[in-house]
């Protein structure tokens, strides 16, 4: 009689190494979880790629319409001008005909080269406006662009790990991991700027 019951190690130890098969080799869950970390860093990326490109959309939508204010005081500008050169020939006919113009004309000359300068100086103010924020709308597309570089080498490195997971390639994984460190630092450099 046995001391204690009999154990078949042989069939655990079979169902063991069935079971850590099916789970998947240690460079297979190496490779899953590279590449799942470099999908999480993409997203990360691609959300801030997004988020640069909408707000220079905006600056630039916000420069376009500073762009027609300023269009709009110049066209105010020459108008006056206009009226000012036409009280200007009114004066002129006044004297040609040896009569001395109203004073009202001469008050408006001087009413319409006043308002001139105010209009000419709000549409430079609303250019100058207008250049700030292409300028800030340019910085943010330039960022974009680094954010869509970095963007694009995770894609590539994912895309290598799948491959190597497939292929059970150790090398292929490992260029995955260098392409997907170069997108990363990208992605840093940028977001740390």
């Known amino acids: 009689m046995p001391e204690g019951p009999e154990i078949d190690t042989d069939s655990v130890r079979e169902s063991?190494?069935?079971?850590?098969?099916?789970?998947?080799?240690?460079?297979?869950?190496?490779?899953?979880?590279?590449?799942?970390?470099?999908a999480a860093l993409g997203a990360v990326a691609a959300l801030r790629a997004?988020?640069?490109?909408?707000?220079?959309?905006?600056?630039?939508?916000?420069?376009?319409?500073?762009?027609?204010?300023?269009?709009?005081?110049?066209?105010?500008?020459?108008?006056?001008?206009?009226?000012?050169?036409?009280?200007?020939?009114?004066?002129?006919?006044?004297?040609?005909?040896?009569?001395?113009?109203?004073?009202?004309?001469?008050?408006?000359?001087?009413?319409?080269?006043?308002?001139?300068?105010?209009?000419e100086k709000a549409a430079q103010?609303?250019?100058?406006?207008?250049?700030?924020l292409s300028k800030q709308a340019d910085e943010l597309l330039e960022r974009h662009h680094h954010f869509a570089d970095s963007v694009a080498f995770i894609q590539v490195a994912i895309a290598l790990g799948a491959v190597a997971a497939l292929a059970q390639a150790r090398l292929v994984w490992f260029g995955s991991l260098a392409i997907g460190l170069v997108g990363t630092a990208l992605f840093l450099m940028k977001l740390l700027t």
Do not use: M
């Open 16 to 38: 063991i190494h069935k079971h850590e098969e099916s789970a998947g080799s240690p460079l297979i869950r190496s490779i899953a979880l590279s590449t799942a970390l470099l």
């Open 125 to 132: 103010e609303k250019e100058h406006q207008r250049d700030e």
């Open 50 to 119: 997004g988020d640069t490109v909408n707000r220079a959309l905006v600056l630039k939508t916000e420069a376009g319409r500073l762009q027609a204010q300023a269009s709009d005081q110049w066209a105010f500008f020459q108008a006056k001008g206009i009226k000012g050169h036409v009280e200007e020939t009114s004066r002129a006919v006044w004297l040609a005909a040896g009569k001395t113009p109203p004073p009202e004309l001469e008050a408006s000359i001087k009413r319409y080269a006043v308002e001139q300068k105010d209009l």
